[in-house]
């Protein structure tokens, strides 16, 4: 499959639901936290603040089910409590997801620049 100057092994109806997954600011993010280690569930609430308990379980879920996540129930604990952690497929995406956090960041002010001039002539354009 050619995507722009680059090739790449695959066809797109496979990849593109993969890119949706790993390109979600949710699945990102719980990604990013894992990096650091192993999670309690309470413990990726916290520290994701503005993720709701649902979007965090459908997205450990649908992480989980993708093999990037694992979920180990530790039942030596009373109440039993469930840890999150990386998979090695999973590990595999930190260089790549910070790389991307890094160019963001590095970009941010130029973005947020061109969208305020582009918002401010498509305002003229309507007003026109």
Known sequence: MKLGNMSVPGDCARISPILSRV???WATLVILVLSEGPKRYGVLRREIE???QRMLTVT???L???GLVSRRVLAE???PQVEYSLT???ESLIEPLF???QWSALNVDEI???RAAHDARAEGEEVG
Do not use: H, Q, V, Y
Request: glycine fraction near 8%; charged fraction near 45%.
């Open 112 to 114: 947020e620049r061109r």
């Open 64 to 66: 989980e089910r993708d």
């Open 60 to 62: 450990l879920r649908a």
């Open 50 to 52: 503005s993720i709701s």
């Open 77 to 79: 604990k009373n109440p």
């Open 23 to 25: 390109g979600d600011k």
């Open 88 to 90: 090695e497929l999973g």
């Open 99 to 101: 790389a991307l956090c």
